[in-house]
């Protein structure tokens, strides 16, 4: 148990926020922080240097400005400030005139708002959705972010009696990705057919000069916001394409750039640094090398989406072959997670009694929000519980040996999401200081792309081949196809392809 | 690359029943698969003696009998085959009487479905209503998962419109679980204020005689459907747990079971037996040990809960610390994963560039089907991507070594959810017993609740201390308060108890 000197050591609290973090649980000895010094020292350095406009993500020869969007004064020129404050403005407005029926849609009020975008652009509003639904949301939110056409299907369905007031959000920063450019199209002909005019209802958030803004601004869709350079898509939930949403949803979006505002502040200094704390704790835990997987329980149903949001900020920033003098490291820690106390009838078993290969970060929350205002008769007998099931769990992995960081928020709001966002975005950073690894590109996911558009092609190739020949998919023979095709070296891929083309022919 | 033929021979296809296996990304060398020989058969005969009604779960001395639930010819004896059989026949005509309006609230039909239960009695029924959402339901359909009170305000809020023609089932074997017990009561209260009476609204879905089942009868609910302490809750969901809320949700019962029973069947034989070679591929990938973690993606926006369920499934299954002779093991594999193509743009730029500590498995759906009957537009584009993608990133990941399995369906429904489903249920059975672990048991869930029941009476013991003494939480000093009630040894929790005393005073 240790004693609570102990306790304090690895203990930080900032009692005007509402916000602690407890890393007693992971043992961070003297001598061990010592050794952090000075790779401490120069993450910092690197973080300062980044917030004042260096190239941090130097792969793609790009600044890395997440942290302005919340303090535009501390954007390296005016141009970038104006901008965010713009965008801003037009936001705010935007949602107030959709809310109070200036933007309508032919004289009635909006009723639904479908998001298309696929990662940091439909994981972040989604999170923020989840988390901060308001009591009576203005608009009812639904999101695309695949290119599943069952999954179009499914969302049509629930849109038909609705689709008259409908708004949508496309959100992808190059305006290029094939998943949302799918989900886009599958909208815009499902208005179509359904004889409303699709513009006069689609929003674009998207890059400046992108195919999406070119396609918007010719269409004369109903409005446009920008995304810029500087915005890595898993950092985005601050700029437009997290607030655009979350405004139109009626969630307070100045509250929620607030709080990302303090953490960063809290953040930014080097005694007390709770986003250092918890890189040094990431560090100590997975020995550098992501060697344990971080495992993240939320103990409320309203966090049921950080664990994703979470990894893919962590697994995206930090899961790279190289680090930034060119060694092969294979680096990266694995998240996965639900919440609390669902998961402890899943997964907690193993966490007590199988591998060790993990390291627990639990959220509590300390306060109802919603149960009280709403007069939930055993609301606080229920919080009790959850509270117990938290701490107990606490206990048990720390007991045998399964190391754990608790971070304590007071109340779930705008704000607190905001600080949480923000510590965990400044962590990131760090750590990825701490191993030397560029938390700003993503190669694989271009590589992946690419991967898939040869796939795309070999397919052209072989239903080419087959209408030539007159050859039906059920007769066709996989090595005979990639011989006339020259693919001798794809048969497999030839032989899944024609699978695939014999189940839809 | 490789051949077709090194393909083949990773290759298991049943045409009929539009499944097959491909485990040709696991390196299975002939010299493994023979030391597999002697393990494989014992396997075999294990499974056999369960089947036929052996105490397989020694530690709480229980059959295991899921299998029985699509086959009762298969049980052990005449009662238990004719409760699984008449259970089956009440659920068939209590879901037709809600849905032709004969049971009924009041006289009207009833619209919204609320099913209450944690673990193995929520995410069976989640995962089978989410993948195979009919496209007209008959009810909708909400969850209550957890103990945290904002969670039960959420879902009330929603349900105020519906209250009078809502059901509500309430799902806990033992019927003593704190979740659905909190949930229970909050949701009764609720109905209670809304001047509704509940019990004509309140189905049970519980084992004979536990506290659960005399509430329902002495309340005389609207039905009480049986549990078997013979069915664990994470292999519940073709029993009344997941068999129930599917039919009232107006999903093909009848059609699933018959897909589990065909995949019984299959996996029953010793040659070409999909569900031991799956097992044999986690030993591969995981040498026997849960060193990867295993990565599920299917590339379908309905299965976007089958990672979540079969988390539970494998990692509560195979996450011990003893084995069966008693030896200290810490068994388990890690599994998570949430859809592809989405998934793409979280975490596969780890799983490409970053550790080696994985296995990916695909599941590959080859045929729309929704889109198709909708008329989605661009359809057959969208799903071409959706196939690029799975095929490139299995492709890409091969390339540098990471392994993978695939598993291929032609079509999401019923019955190959019932296929997919029994599929891993025996996957899990066999691996338990390639490593000689317990898969029916989980102590660790057990200890879970009782270490939360401990910090609920210390919580008891500081509060009562506080009001003796006319103490506030503000101005109560965990040190002190600690050695006054003797609990020195708990000092940190006496301080977290604190903490959450003084936020919700």
């Not at 109340?411 to 962590?427: N, V």
């Amino acid at each position: 148990m240790g004693s609570l000197a102990d306790f304090f050591t690895g203990y930080i609290k900032f009692d005007a926020l509402g916000f602690s973090l407890d890393s007693s649980k992971i043992s961070m000895l003297e001598n061990v922080l010592r050794e952090f010094a000075r790779p401490t020292a120069e993450a910092f350095e690197a973080m300062e240097r980044l917030e004042n406009g260096a190239i941090a993500n130097a792969t793609e020869g790009r600044q890395v400005g997440h942290y302005w969007l919340r303090a535009p004064e501390f954007a390296p020129n005016e141009a970038i400030a104006d901008a965010i404050k713009s965008t801003l403005r037009q936001i705010t407005a935007f949602a107030r005139d959709v809310h109070h029926g200036k933007i309508t849609a032919g004289g009635k009020k909006f009723t639904h708002l479908l998001c298309i975008g696929i990662g940091g652009s439909a994981l972040g509003p989604q999170l923020i959705a989840d988390a901060l639904m308001p009591e009576n949301p203005p608009l009812k939110i639904l999101f695309l972010d695949n290119t599943d056409p069952d999954g179009f299907a499914r969302c049509f369905k629930l849109l038909v009696p609705y689709l008259e007031t409908t708004l949508v959000t496309i959100t992808s920063k190059s305006g290029s990705t094939p998943e949302p450019n799918n989900a886009l199209n599958a909208t815009a002909e499902f208005f179509f057919r359904s004889k409303i005019h699709f513009p006069s209802h689609a929003i674009a958030i998207t890059c400046d000069e992108s195919k999406l803004c070119q396609r918007a601004r010719a269409e004369k869709w109903l409005a446009v916001f920008p995304m810029w350079d500087w915005v890595g898509g898993r950092t985005s939930i601050t700029s437009a394409v997290g607030l655009l949403p979350a405004a139109l949803y009626g969630i307070d979006i100045e509250s929620f750039l607030n709080g990302a505002a303090m953490m960063d502040k809290l953040t930014r200094t080097r005694e007390k640094n709770p986003a250092m704390r918890l890189a040094q704790c990431w560090h100590v835990a997975t020995e550098g090398k992501g060697t344990k997987d971080m495992v993240i329980i939320p103990y409320r149903d309203g966090l049921g989406l950080l664990a994703k949001y979470l990894q893919q900020l962590i697994m995206e920033s930090l899961g790279k072959r190289l680090d930034r003098r060119g060694n092969v490291v294979h680096q990266g820690i694995t998240v996965y997670g639900n919440k609390g106390s669902t998961d402890q009838h899943a997964y907690v078993q193993q966490l007590r009694d199988g591998r060790d290969n993990f390291f627990v970060t639990f959220i509590e929350i300390l306060r109802n929000q919603r149960a009280n205002k709403q007069n939930v008769t055993n609301a606080s007998e229920a919080a009790d519980y959850l509270e117990g099931f938290l701490l107990g769990t606490r206990e048990a992995l720390n007991e045998c040996g399964r190391k754990s960081i608790t971070i304590t928020i007071r109340e779930l709001t705008p704000f607190s999401m905001g600080m949480l966002i923000a510590l965990y975005e400044r962590a990131v950073g760090f750590y990825a200081e701490l191993i030397d690894v560029n938390a700003y590109d993503q190669p694989g996911v271009e590589s992946g792309k690419k991967a898939a558009a040869e796939i795309l092609a070999l397919k052209k190739e072989i239903c080419d081949y087959l209408s030539q020949n007159s050859i039906s998919p059920e007769h066709a023979d996989a090595e005979v196809i990639a011989e006339a095709i020259h693919r001798e070296g794809r048969i497999e891929l030839v032989f899944k392809l024609l699978e695939f083309l014999r189940a839809n022919s």
